[in-house]
């Protein structure tokens, strides 16, 4: 088993995976061991058997601060070639979490600022408290959202990507669930039992199916439809409606019972 010093990844009986966050003292600050640490329990996530989707969480008060300060004084006082090696890894990271193949949703609270609104925006779903904070922060400490924008953009769409990454302001959970960034808010103290209904929810769906849909999001992109798009759906449909999980939940709707993956 993988030790980690700065994420711990958890599984559960049902098949749910939870990846967190755990550098709390520091705000779930990002440097060069956390990511490493999360790209090698990405790789494990996406290799394990029977796994049906995975949570992002940051242990104590905040999701992550983003970066920490201590690396990036680290990181002025390297050349170009090792600065673009240090944001080649943090690109792989957020590729690495935008194409897993498991559906996604990262859950937040306190504050997401710099690249952990990256990582949030990476996530399939994502769900926070009414007053966590968010801010693309980069200008104000003379740097730019570099490696995070295009998934920032695909999030919350370019006008709004714009105006906070120039502007750095500093927006709420009910704000990030208006740019589409959360997909809901709740009060603090009613988080962890949302949370349970969105596992439970999701606990309801063919893991295989919700998998196959998430590949075809991302396939289908803006809904532009081309030759290859048609052919691609038109494949995609009749190739799971011969699938195992396919089989499966066509008769068990027919038989009027429940299919085999609800079993939690």
């Not at 792989?92 to 990582?119: I, K």
């Not at 400490?141 to 714009?162: M, W």
Request: charged letters at 20%.
């Amino acid at each position: 088993m993988t030790s980690f010093k700065t994420i711990e990844l958890e599984y559960s009986d049902n098949g749910v995976a939870t990846l967190w966050l755990n550098r709390p003292e520091r705000n779930n600050a990002f440097n060069a061991e956390m990511i490493s640490e999360l790209l090698t329990a990405l790789d494990k996530v996406q290799a394990a058997a029977g796994l049906r989707f995975l949570l992002l969480r940051g242990r104590g008060k905040h999701f992550s601060a983003g970066a920490d300060l201590a690396w990036m004084h680290e990181c002025a006082k390297l050349d170009y070639p090792a600065n673009l090696r240090d944001a080649q890894e943090l690109g792989q990271l957020m590729a690495s979490l935008a194409q897993l193949s498991l559906p996604t949703l990262a859950v937040v609270q306190g504050a997401a600022f710099g690249g952990a609104l990256g990582l949030i925006s990476c996530c399939d779903i994502a769900i926070g408290t009414s007053d966590s904070l968010f801010s693309l922060s980069e200008v104000r400490i003379g740097l730019l959202p570099a490696v995070i924008s295009p998934y920032v953009v695909q999030a919350i769409g370019q006008r709004a990507a714009r105006r906070y990454a120039m502007t750095a302001e500093r927006f709420s959970g009910e704000r990030a669930r208006e740019l589409g960034l959360l997909a809901e808010c709740y009060p603090t103290e009613q988080l962890d039992v949302a949370l349970q209904d969105w596992v439970n929810n999701l606990l309801q769906n063919s893991p295989q199916a919700m998998s196959a849909t998430k590949a075809l999001m991302q396939t289908v992109k803006h809904g532009e439809l081309t030759a290859e798009v048609r052919s691609y759906t038109e494949a995609a449909i009749a190739g799971i409606r011969v699938s195992v999980e396919g089989q499966e939940g066509l008769r068990a709707f027919l038989e009027k019972r429940k299919p085999a993956w609800q079993r939690y």
